[in-house]
């Protein structure tokens, strides 16, 4: 048998390269927050010095605590929201309901610019103060098209199947989607959380235009500190925040994990008799 | 499979079922859409009690005329009746009719016990009378002792019984089944219509079954009903549509058969005069109009005899063609010299060794075993 010899190709030179210039990046935030030399030039050592400092800041403190609130609101009215929509959706006509899903579409394809500076002006119109609750609002509106997005292919899969034999055992249709059609829907609830909390959770155009000058959060902070020259406390609150998001991928990939493997288990099973 | 000591436990595992009903279609209509009419004016009573099919090919109307009985599809006009009551206008929850799915569609999410208890617990049932209902209703159909697995646990075969408990268990007044067996295999199939048939015997419910599989329609049914292009074109016990079908398309779909083309001399309450094109004629029973003096005769393979030792009232003398053995029967195609070709299906016994494909071979029917249709 013939060995294959590593080849030095065009296309492997390109993945390389390609490879390093998405992720050196973020490996550098890394390993500069571990980094004992200030000026960053060069590696001074490990140190946890640059977390102590940044997350013994209160203002660091409560940038997080404000983003966490924003994204966990956001997150919960977004899936209601979305859950609320795909029912009601059903119950149209198909040319309405692929109506209603274009303009969906529309909230994730146009700019988050244009939906931000809208809900401004709309805000300013209405001669309302902007704080928490106007970035919630900016966030609901794009984080709720990913979540309806997701839930709807799922309930598309049970629609005319389960409800109908929920109904035929004599449940309301109110009983049936409780007892039904939601417990069938949660996987993708938790999928359309998820979504909606990292999105929110890192969002910087919608919050710059709708925070107002009162509320902060982490990704802004962060921002603003960069502006002034990169100190090394902004790559451990960074890294910090990077963190948090993976935390939440990786509870999800267990999730997912954990429910694909008992499904497994259950199909290998055979009739004894 | 299933031993008449278990009668009693049945009954009680049933309930109210002695409250099973009569179910009348009336000019039954159902469209989707402007001009699509899937369903077009049924009519039909069907007896309390009573094993019913509903038989016809896929896009046929039945799958949908049963929605309408269930209340998941709703009727464009027409009335269905549940012992003389208009149920058209309540919606699926409120009719005291229960449907099994062709898909089973049970509840991955629960529990083989919480899938039976489902409809129990949405009529407020006592803890006490859920647990021994279901309990019961999961003896009855076999599988006592797996209440905890969840359905993708289970079988196919198990499956269905789950989706069958869980309708019985609500003792409905008519209990409709939607190709429950398409799913499951041949065996499986077998075992499944023996329960099914002697579930219904000894629960006395009213089944209404969809099935476009006439063997399983003909060994369940006290009558079936024939569906073609969104109406009933015939409904009657099974040997009576297999014997004397309304129409060709019946003739076919009930079974093999033959077709002749006939002349028709003359008719006279039910039975006509027809002259077969180069084998004689005769008097023979059927079903239909004559309008311009041609008709189209049945005659089952199973009643063509090949080299008849006793004279027959048509004979005839043709090449074989094609000898399949089938197991019991074998089916033989003799091509006539006119051009036409008649199968015929005979016990493996009887079968002439003398006969291959190229021999020459008599046959002979008798003018009693010819039907005459027009549709």
């Known amino acids: 048998m013939k060995r294959r010899r590593p080849r030095l190709s065009l296309p492997h030179v390109l993945l390389v390269a390609v490879l390093v210039f998405f992720y050196v990046p973020i490996g550098k935030v890394v390993v500069n927050a571990f980094n004992a030399d200030a000026s960053l030039n060069t590696w001074g050592g490990a140190t946890l010095h640059w977390f102590r400092a940044a997350l013994g800041s209160e203002r660091v403190r409560d940038d997080f605590l404000t983003s966490a609130a924003i994204a966990g609101l956001s997150t919960v009215i977004a899936v209601v929201l979305s859950i609320t929509a795909v029912m009601g959706a059903a119950r149209l006509s198909q040319g309405s309901r692929r109506r209603l899903q274009t303009l969906t579409y529309a909230r994730m394809m146009l700019p988050e610019v244009v939906i931000a500076v809208g809900l401004l002006l709309l805000i300013r119109k209405l001669g309302l103060n902007l704080g928490m609750w106007s970035v919630v609002a900016g966030h609901v509106i794009f984080c709720s098209a990913y979540a309806t997005l997701v839930i709807q292919a799922r309930f598309a899969t049970l629609k005319g199947t389960y409800d109908e034999a929920a109904a035929d055992l004599g449940a309301t249709p109110w009983r049936a989607f409780t007892r039904v059609l939601l417990p069938m829907l949660l996987p993708a609830v938790a999928i359309s959380s998820l979504l909606s909390f990292t999105f929110s959770f890192d969002d910087v155009v919608s919050t710059v235009f709708l925070a107002g000058s009162e509320t902060e959060t982490l990704p802004i902070l962060i921002l603003g500190m960069s502006r002034q020259g990169v100190s090394p406390d902004v790559n451990a609150i960074a890294v910090s925040f990077m963190a948090v998001t993976m935390l939440a991928l990786a509870l999800f990939a267990l999730a997912t994990w954990w429910r694909t493997r008992s499904a497994a288990q259950g199909t290998a099973r055979k009739d004894p008799r | ?375």
């Open chain 2, 1 to 375: 499979m299933i031993g008449t000591s278990t009668t009693a436990r049945r009954r009680q595992a049933a309930g109210a079922a002695s409250g099973s009903a009569a179910l009348e279609l009336d000019a039954l209509c159902c469209s989707f859409g402007q001009d699509n009419p899937v369903v077009k004016s049924v009519d039909l009573k069907i007896r309390g009690g009573e094993f019913f099919s509903l038989l016809g090919p896929s896009g046929c109307g039945k799958t949908t005329t049963l929605r309408m009985i269930a209340g998941l599809e709703r009727a464009t006009s027409g009335r269905v009746l549940l012992d003389g009551v208009e149920i058209q206008d309540a919606p699926a929850h409120k009719r005291p009719v229960h449907t099994v799915f062709q898909s089973y569609a049970l509840f991955p999410h629960l529990s083989v016990y919480d899938n039976v208890a489902f409809g129990l617990k949405e009529r407020r049932a006592g803890a006490a009378e859920i647990k021994a209902k279901v309990s019961s209703m999961l003896e009855l159909v076999e599988l006592g002792g797996r209440e905890a697995l969840r359905p993708r646990q289970l079988s196919g075969g198990m499956q269905q019984r789950v989706a069958l408990a869980r309708s019985l268990v609500l003792s409905p007044r008519v209990l409709l089944l939607d190709e429950p067996l398409g799913a499951l295999d041949l065996r499986m199939r077998r075992q499944m219509q023996v329960l099914l048939k002697s579930v219904q015997h000894e629960l006395g419910i009213t089944f209404v079954y969809v099935t476009h599989d006439q063997e399983e329609a003909f060994a369940m049914s006290d009558r079936v009903g024939i569906m073609q292009h969104g109406e009933l074109i015939q409904v009657g016990g099974p040997q009576e549509v297999y014997h004397e079908p309304a129409t060709l398309f019946a003739a076919n779909f009930v079974g093999a058969s033959n077709t002749l083309a006939a002349r028709v001399t003359g008719s006279e309450g039910g039975r006509y005069d027809v002259e077969l094109p180069g084998l004689g004629g005769a008097r023979i029973a059927g079903r239909g109009e004559v309008t311009d003096g041609t008709a189209t005769v049945i005659l089952r393979p199973e009643t063509v005899l090949i080299e008849p030792s006793e004279p027959t009232d048509f004979a005839c003398e043709g090449t074989v063609e094609d000898v399949s053995f089938l197991g019991a029967q074998t089916s033989v195609r003799v091509g006539l010299p006119d051009g036409t070709s008649v199968k015929a299906e005979t016990p493996s016994r009887n079968l002439p060794a003398s006969l291959r494909p190229g021999e020459t071979a008599r046959l002979g029917w008798q003018a009693r075993d010819l039907w005459l249709v027009t549709g």
